[in-house]
T-cell receptor, first 110, second 118 residues
Framework: QKEVEQNSGPLSVPEGAIASLNCTYS??????FFWYRQYSGKSPELIMFIYSNGDKEDGRFTAQLNKASQYVSLLIRDSQPSDSATYLC??????????FGAGTRLTVKP | GAVVSQHPSRVICKSGTSVKIECRSL??????MFWYRQFPKQSLMLMAT?????????EQGVEKDKFLINHASLTLSTLTVTSAHPEDSSFYIC??????????????FGSGTQLSVL
């Protein structure tokens, strides 16, 4: 079992819709969770991080964490074509390194 | 936010040569730096973790004699790809974790280095 699993996609949504990205992780002791956005040929950039169960909102982005289910998600409201990118879920299992999922490719169609 | 500078952004070299990539934390001290490799349409693969003043810890399958990592100070880590071959062509990305609150719980990424070995 991979440490961090994501659906590779591609996920396609129309402009203005809600995009929902999902991630599961295997290490139950993980404490911090991150979503990064990566455009083709560029480095990842941090969008959201979450430590506690529940929802965390930042602008059009909402991160959701359920530690009991070992599940973390990212919702993007009012999706824009500029949101088209690969979204990487990352988990910090031991407060030292960070493990990344394979990423979900999102396409927002005008 | 914290800035990590990575140079060069792109390198084209002949097979058999060595290439050095630098990663600097510009406005914070980084106790730990990570080096990742990413092939096209694949996720980041952790190569090694380096802590200032100590030897790097390499992931399984990564040759430490081929990928030399030096973390000489709290703001600089270097990755040297020795005797590069075409199969080493990839996107190499460094990231840093800070020493102090506000920078120690997240990773800050460099801009990446695209290595092409002919």
């Amino acid at each position: 079992q991979k440490e961090v699993e994501q659906n590779s996609g591609p996920l396609s949504v129309p402009e203005g819709a809600i995009a929902s990205l999902n991630c599961t992780y295997s290490d139950r002791g993980s404490q911090s969770f991150f979503w990064y956005r990566q455009y083709s040929g560029k480095s990842p950039e941090l969008i959201m991080f979450i430590y506690s169960n529940g929802d965390k909102e930042d602008g059009r982005f909402t991160a959701q964490l359920n530690k009991a289910s070992q599940y973390v998600s990212l919702l993007i409201r009012d999706s824009q074509p500029s949101d088209s990118a690969t979204y990487l879920c990352a988990v910090n299992p031991n407060n030292n390194d960070m493990r990344f999922g394979a990423g979900t490719r999102l396409t927002v169609k005008p | 936010g914290a800035v990590v500078s990575q140079h060069p952004s792109r390198v084209i070299c002949k097979s058999g040569t060595s290439v050095k990539i630098e990663c600097r934390s510009l406005d914070f001290q980084a106790t730990t730096m990570f080096w990742y490799r990413q092939f096209p349409k694949q996720s980041l693969m952790l190569m090694a973790t380096s802590n200032e003043g100590s030897k790097a810890t390499y992931e399984q399958g990564v040759e430490k004699d081929k990928f030399l990592i030096n973390h000489a100070s709290l703001t600089l880590s270097t990755l040297t790809v020795t005797s590069a071959h075409p199969e080493d062509s990839s996107f190499y990305i460094c990231s840093a974790r800070g020493l102090h609150r506000g920078t120690n719980e997240k990773l800050f990424f460099g801009s990446g280095t695209q290595l092409s070995v002919l």
